[in-house]
């Protein structure tokens, strides 16, 4: 504890009582306990849903995939498929579960195929309604999915009627963050008609994506303006739907080893932002982890717990 | 204790549902290619500047009660601990107002802010404990009045549309006044720390401790120690709740060595050396409180409020609130708002 005391920095200066470093206090229970963290991915086949992920997070969460043909594919129902890894960085632990719906979109009929995704959902708020309740309180494990990275196809003039469905079915249960896969089809032009097109369709439809929090108006002066100026270079809700590209390869650009796609006409580099939104969304990712797993307990899974307690109290 | 027919049914709801989702085994990170570690911070470790952003505006609550006979210095010492009035001093009582005929319990409440964190800090007094010519089960309106805050923070928890956050009026430390006689404990001593160890943290202090020379204190101290020892009194820290090798040993160095915190509190400033110091000034010299040659304030201060504040309230959420919580599950059948309700109907909350 000599390391919690010495990092009081005004010690024993007059009035100084000390309760200032309560939140060293909570930070090194926190690094002690680590995180969890789980976050699902929806999407056709073939968006690049997977390779994001493994981009994402620098690792390779699928070593022994089997990617299907389509005659098996008619059979398929969606399934869900869970991975866990667990992530260590500067001594922080945390537990990420990535959850995968394959098969989603892929039939000829796809009209039941977001129902066993919903039924996904809502059963981890309901198992964990059920800890939350129980007499053994100490360990319970939260496997509620915390955010939904929706995929839109490059491929479409905007959003397609099971992408509308989708989101409108899923808005109330868990944060929906869209994401324009493959965006390397798409010149800059093409990429910002899309956006726009598909966010004005969002609105049309009353579809609640996923709001990043804004600076509050109580904060103090200062930090006001480090964020105005954070902002005007980084405006995450101007970048959502995020365009990205995903690539686990390596390619020699400049002497420098970089993850990119190699094409004829040049190399597309997953990591500049010129080329597309993949930094901005790992950024907002892993700078709102905290703040989407408080809108899941505060607001979806709120939400869940007092229908299911008003359907079976009365 | 297990909950019978609910928890089967609900068991039994869950498996209509989906089918068990396939978990695949959890995989350690591995890089991908030899630089990886080159091209790969994510940023996982901003979570904790997040979290601790979040701190800061929430702001945070801390309820700290005091125990003790009249006369202890109890109001002193948390004014002390806190650098504020927090605590109206019984010394500015009026003549007219006797000691009560019963333990009253007075909740007063401030707001303290430092570096930008702000506690919401309750101070409950019990006036009239230990004061009666016959105090037996004077201890009882205080643990009532713990047992109260929890059931209020339950009510609030299984409520269908529940608050964001909870306000937290739970009891999270009880510092007890021992008197400095230098002899031993007295009985009251025991059978109050007895039934209020099972429901709350206890601090046990030796107040007024600048009535004791130092081997005085080292000798009272140790037989304070082990009479609690022998009675199987559990105080705050608590052996069976050290999470870890690293808390353990820290721990096992407060529970031996420091406590009971032999304590002297002052809202007087002197100065000596120059400095401002509070203390209390006698005409064989001036006694400083914060010097930890004088008396070992600096020590319960730096444990309440620089180490273990944090811990002092997960130790009661944790433990002593779901203690409470486990036993009026099995108690009376139920819980509000569904209390008559029958058992088969006792599903989602229970």
Same mark, same amino acid.
């Given at each position: 504890?000599?390391?919690?005391?010495?990092?009081?920095?005004?010690?024993?200066?007059?009035?100084?009582?000390?309760?200032?470093?309560?939140?060293?206090?909570?930070?090194?229970?926190?690094?002690?306990?680590?995180?969890?963290?789980?976050?699902?991915?929806?999407?056709?086949?073939?968006?690049?849903?997977?390779?994001?992920?493994?981009?994402?997070?620098?690792?390779?969460?699928?070593?022994?995939?089997?990617?299907? *043909?389509?005659?098996?594919?008619?059979?398929?129902?969606?399934?869900?498929?869970?991975?866990?890894?667990?992530?260590?960085?500067?001594?922080?632990?945390?537990?990420?579960?990535?959850?995968?719906?394959? *098969?989603?979109?892929?039939?000829?009929?796809?009209?039941?195929?977001?129902?066993?995704?919903?039924?996904?959902?809502?059963?981890?708020?309901?198992?964990?309604?059920?800890?939350?309740?129980?007499?053994?309180?100490?360990?319970?494990?939260?496997?509620?999915?915390?955010?939904?990275?929706?995929?839109?196809?490059?491929?479409?003039? *905007?959003?397609?009627?099971?992408?509308?469905?989708?989101?409108?079915?899923?808005?109330?249960?868990?944060?929906?963050?869209?994401?324009?896969?493959?965006?390397?089809?798409?010149?800059?032009?093409?990429?910002?008609?899309?956006?726009?097109?598909?966010?004005?369709?969002?609105?049309?439809?009353?579809?609640?994506?996923?709001?990043?929090?804004?600076?509050?108006?109580?904060?103090?002066?200062? =930090?006001?303006?480090?964020?105005?100026?954070?902002?005007?270079?980084?405006?995450?809700?101007? =970048?959502?739907?995020?365009?990205?590209?995903?690539?686990?390869?390596?390619?020699?650009?400049?002497?420098?080893?970089?993850?990119?796609?190699?094409?004829?006409?040049?190399?597309?580099?997953?990591?500049?932002?010129?080329?597309?939104?993949?930094?901005?969304?790992?950024?907002?990712?892993?700078?709102?982890?905290?703040?989407?797993?408080?809108?899941?307990?505060?607001?979806?899974?709120?939400?869940?717990?007092?229908?299911?307690?008003?359907?079976?109290?009365? | 204790?297990?909950?019978?027919?609910?928890?089967?049914?609900?068991?039994?709801?869950?498996?209509?549902? /989906?089918?068990?989702?396939?978990?695949?085994?959890?995989?350690?990170?591995?890089?991908?290619?030899?630089?990886?570690?080159?091209?790969?911070?994510?940023?996982?470790?901003?979570?904790?500047?997040?979290?601790?952003?979040?701190?800061?505006?929430?702001?945070?609550?801390?309820?700290?009660?005091?125990?003790?006979?009249?006369?202890?210095?109890?109001?002193?010492?948390?004014?002390?601990?806190?650098?504020?009035?927090?605590?109206?001093?019984?010394?500015?009582?009026?003549?007219?107002?006797?000691?009560?005929?019963?333990?009253?319990?007075?909740?007063?409440?401030?707001?303290?802010?430092?570096?930008?964190?702000?506690?919401?800090?309750?101070?409950?007094?019990?006036?009239?404990?230990?004061?009666?010519?016959?105090?037996?089960?004077?201890?009882?309106?205080?643990?009532?009045?713990?047992?109260?805050?929890?059931?209020?923070?339950?009510?609030?928890?299984?409520?269908?549309?529940?608050?964001?956050?909870?306000?937290?009026?739970?009891?999270?430390?009880?510092?007890?006044?021992?008197?400095?006689?230098?002899?031993?404990?007295?009985?009251?001593?025991?059978?109050?720390?007895?039934?209020?160890?099972?429901?709350?943290?206890?601090?046990? /202090?030796?107040?007024?401790?600048?009535?004791?020379?130092?081997?005085?204190?080292?000798?009272?101290?140790?037989?304070?120690?082990?009479?609690?020892? /022998?009675?199987?009194?559990?105080?705050?820290?608590?052996?069976?709740? @050290?999470?870890?090798?690293?808390?353990?040993?820290?721990?096992?160095?407060?529970?031996?060595?420091?406590?009971?915190?032999?304590?002297?509190?002052?809202?007087?400033?002197?100065?000596?050396?120059?400095?401002? /110091?509070?203390?209390?000034?006698?005409?064989?010299?001036?006694?400083?409180?914060?010097?930890?040659?004088?008396?070992?304030?600096?020590?319960?201060? @730096?444990?309440?409020?620089?180490?273990?504040?944090?811990?002092?309230?997960?130790?009661?959420?944790?433990?002593?609130?779901?203690?409470?919580?486990?036993?009026?599950?099995?108690?009376?059948?139920?819980?509000?708002?569904?209390?008559?309700?029958?058992?088969?109907?006792?599903?989602?909350?229970?």
């Amino acid at each position: 504890c000599t390391q919690l005391l010495l990092s009081c920095q005004f010690s024993d200066s007059a009035g100084y009582v000390g309760f200032a470093n309560l939140p060293n206090q909570v930070h090194r229970k926190s690094v002690k306990k680590g995180f969890e963290f789980t976050l699902m991915v929806v999407g056709e086949s073939g968006l690049g849903k997977s390779t994001l992920i493994n981009s994402l997070f620098l690792t390779d969460l699928y070593p022994e995939r089997y990617i299907p *043909g389509a005659a098996e594919k008619i059979e398929r129902t969606v399934q869900i498929e869970a991975s866990t890894v667990e992530i260590e960085e500067r001594g922080v632990k945390l537990r990420l579960t990535v959850v995968d719906t394959p *098969g989603y979109g892929d039939a000829i009929n796809s009209q039941d195929c977001f129902k066993t995704i919903i039924q996904y959902i809502d059963n981890q708020f309901e198992r964990y309604l059920h800890d939350e309740s129980g007499l053994n309180r100490r360990h319970i494990i939260d496997n509620r999915v915390h955010c939904c990275f929706y995929f839109i196809s490059p491929f479409g003039h *905007g959003l397609k009627p099971l992408d509308v469905e989708f989101m409108k079915a899923l808005h109330g249960k868990v944060n929906i963050v869209p994401v324009i896969a493959k965006a390397d089809t798409l010149t800059l032009k093409e990429r910002e008609r899309l956006k726009r097109r598909v966010l004005d369709e969002i609105s049309e439809h009353g579809i609640r994506i996923y709001q990043l929090p804004d600076a509050d108006s109580d904060e103090d002066e200062e =930090f006001k303006e480090q964020t105005r100026v954070l902002k005007a270079s980084f405006t995450p809700n101007l =970048f959502i739907p995020f365009a990205v590209i995903g690539s686990n390869q390596l390619i020699e650009v400049k002497g420098k080893k970089i993850r990119g796609r190699l094409y004829p006409w040049g190399v597309v580099e997953v990591e500049n932002p010129e080329h597309n939104d993949f930094l901005k969304l790992r950024t907002m990712l892993v700078t709102h982890m905290q703040d989407l797993q408080e809108v899941t307990q505060d607001l979806h899974y709120e939400n869940f717990r007092s229908e299911r307690l008003k359907r079976t109290g009365k | 204790p297990h909950a019978g027919p609910v928890e089967s049914k609900n068991e039994a709801a869950m498996s209509e549902l /989906v089918p068990e989702p396939r978990q695949k085994p959890v995989v350690p990170m591995k890089p991908m290619g030899i630089n990886a570690n080159l091209l790969g911070y994510i940023g996982i470790d901003t979570i904790i500047e997040q979290m601790r952003k979040k701190t800061m505006k929430t702001g945070f609550d801390f309820n700290i009660m005091v125990v003790g006979q009249s006369g202890l210095g109890k109001s002193t010492l948390v004014n002390t601990l806190f650098k504020s009035q927090v605590s109206r001093k019984s010394s500015s009582w009026n003549r007219e107002e006797k000691i009560p005929k019963t333990v009253e319990i007075k909740a007063i409440g401030h707001v303290i802010e430092e570096g930008g964190v702000k506690m919401k800090l309750t101070v409950i007094d019990t006036p009239g404990f230990g004061d009666q010519i016959n105090n037996e089960n004077c201890w009882e309106p205080i643990e009532k009045y713990i047992n109260e805050q929890y059931e209020k923070f339950l009510k609030e928890e299984v409520n269908i549309a529940r608050k964001k956050r909870i306000p937290d009026t739970r009891v999270h430390c009880c510092l007890y006044f021992i008197s400095p006689t230098g002899h031993s404990l007295r009985p009251l001593d025991l059978e109050f720390m007895k039934h209020l160890s099972k429901v709350v943290n206890i601090i046990p /202090v030796i107040a007024k401790a600048d009535t004791m020379t130092l081997e005085e204190k080292t000798e009272f101290k140790q037989r304070v120690r082990k009479e609690l020892e /022998v009675n199987g009194i559990e105080f705050y820290p608590q052996k069976e709740f @050290d999470e870890d090798l690293e808390d353990k040993t820290e721990n096992d160095k407060i529970r031996q060595e420091s406590m009971p915190f032999a304590v002297v509190g002052s809202d007087k400033e002197y100065q000596v050396n120059g400095k401002r /110091v509070l203390g209390r000034k006698t005409p064989w010299g001036i006694i400083e409180v914060e010097n930890l040659t004088h008396c070992e304030f600096a020590l319960l201060r @730096d444990f309440v409020i620089r180490t273990h504040l944090q811990d002092l309230k997960e130790v009661t959420h944790n433990i002593h609130y779901e203690t409470y919580r486990a036993k009026r599950l099995n108690d009376n059948g139920g819980l509000p708002p569904m209390t008559a309700e029958t058992e088969e109907n006792h599903e989602s909350n229970l």
